[in-house]
């Protein structure tokens, strides 16, 4: 079976440095063969990270909130239609082999939450999720790292650790 990585962050095209850090990552997700998996819409980190490993000849798939696909990001091969709205990060992080956070609010840190309770790696890019995750990251679950290639390789530790 392959190897599924999600990536988890911000909605928001505002920053346009974030988007360009999440197409990055989701080139390198694909360069290194593995599957990425994101919430499928076609706004922020979502659809940059699909963007990248679409572009990079990766397999790219979806946990869309929605019913259906209107608001899917045209970098997609396969998209789920959940209709559980936010409900469905639960779903985007059991997929996943291991998470990797890309700076976001509420949603994202509810993502990392949910992938460390249910014992999934989480490499977070850019940002620290705060003091209420000290314990993780004490116990090395929760890896703080600052660039694509820190991330990458954090999340190929991770898995190898898992075995």
């Known amino acids: 079976m392959r190897t599924v990585v999600g990536v ?15 197409y990055r990552l989701g080139a390198a997700i694909a360069g ?6 994101t919430g499928g819409r076609s706004t922020g980190v979502m659809d940059a990270a699909s ?3 679409a572009e990079a000849g990766g397999l790219v798939i979806g946990i ?4 259906d696909d209107r608001r899917a990001s045209a970098h997609l091969d396969i998209a789920i239609r959940t209709g559980m709205g936010d409900a469905r990060n639960v779903v985007n992080v059991l997929s996943s ?21 249910a014992g999934r790696t ?3 890019l850019g940002s620290d999720p705060g003091t209420g995750f000290r314990t993780w990251r004490d116990s090395g679950q929760l890896l703080l ?19």
């Open 32 to 37: 290194a063969g593995w599957v990425l998996l």
């Open 145 to 163: 790292v600052g660039t694509v290639p820190d991330a990458v390789e954090a999340a190929r530790t991770a898995l190898r650790a898992k075995g």
């Open 51 to 53: 963007r990248g490993a």
């Open 64 to 67: 869309l909130p929605d019913e």
């Open 122 to 124: 989480v490499v977070a």
């Open 97 to 117: 082999d291991v998470v990797i956070a890309v700076e976001g609010g509420a949603g994202t840190l509810s993502e990392i939450a949910l992938a460390l309770n």
């Open 8 to 22: 988890m962050g911000s909605g928001s095209d505002r920053d346009a440095a974030l988007l360009d850090t999440a």
